[in-house]
């Protein structure tokens, strides 16, 4: 597997989107060992790219991974697009993964703004509070002439590592330029754009009942009231809702009165 290639950068910037890396890791090499190209994963079948995504959670992602291989192999020769601007064409694909993509597959000189990037930026350059499109321009002047990938992913591992809501100042390597360690007040990463807010609750969500879902068809179709019962045997109304829902999404599909993972 080659690691440098820029699929392999793409699918694994997609399954990071909502996915801690230990997460990602053996699902990243289990995707790539069947689809190792834009080619192989556009002629699968969109219920076995959800198959293997099994476990990932947000299968929206899988959906739209599948429907941008198939782009890539329409528009773009079969290949990963490398400009931003195509990269943003592709279903799923936001500012952060297309500059991740642009930065660490084809050395674009781009700013990777994520959360983590977000917080080091407010904090360490501007000990301010920033916009979206502040930081992003910040984080575009950052990597400026430099080699943009190891400029940014160093920032994002200074956010992982130190530069968290709770920040271990004394052990970071930004400590001795830091604005806001240097010149102090309130903690400007606070209101800035970009910065997470709390995820809602897991447990019984809906989000939790259309893994609950997309889980039971793995193991092969399942009747409408018996899907039904899977989302919520308590909430009819809520069951038809998200049922309606993952159908628009094309990630189930109701053939007669049988529900089937994929269209
Ligand atoms: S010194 Fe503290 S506030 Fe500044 S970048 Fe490092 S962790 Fe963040």
């Known amino acids: 597997m080659n690691h440098a290639d ?41 219920a076995d790219v959800l198959n293997l995504w099994s476990g990932l ?17 329409r528009d773009f020769d079969g290949r990963v697009p490398s400009a931003v601007a195509d ?42 509070t920033l916009s979206t499109a502040d930081a992003q321009g910040l984080a575009n002047a950052l990597v400026g002439r430099a080699a943009s990938a190891p400029v940014n992913q160093g920032l994002i591992d200074v956010g992982a590592q130190f530069c968290r809501s709770t920040p271990r100042c004394g052990d970071c390597p930004l400590r001795d330029v830091c604005r806001w360690r240097q010149d102090g007040g309130p903690d400007p990463a606070i209101r800035s754009a970009g910065v997470s807010r709390p995820q809602p609750r897991f447990e019984g969500s809906v989000r939790q009942a259309r893994g609950r879902l997309l889980a039971a068809l793995r193991d092969g179709p399942l009747s409408v009231v018996a899907a039904r019962r899977v989302l919520n045997a308590e909430d009819p109304e809520m069951s038809t809702r998200v049922l309606r829902d993952l159908q628009r999404e094309g990630l189930v599909s109701q053939h007669g009165r049988r529900v089937h993972l994929g269209s």
């Open 6 to 46: 820029p699929w392999a950068i793409y699918v694994s910037e997609v399954m990071l989107q909502q996915t801690s890396v230990d997460r990602v890791r053996e699902p990243w090499r289990r995707f790539l060992d069947e689809y190792p190209s834009p080619h192989a994963c556009a002629n699968a079948t969109l």
């Open 57 to 73: 959670g947000y299968p929206r992602r899988a959906r739209n991974l599948h429907a941008a291989a198939q782009m890539m192999v």
């Open 87 to 128: 990269l943003r064409r592709l279903p799923g694909v936001g500012p952060y993964t297309a500059h991740a993509v642009a930065s660490f597959a084809f050395g674009a000189r781009v700013g990777v703004l994520d959360t983590n990037v977000g917080r080091v930026l407010a904090r360490c350059v501007a000990n301010n």
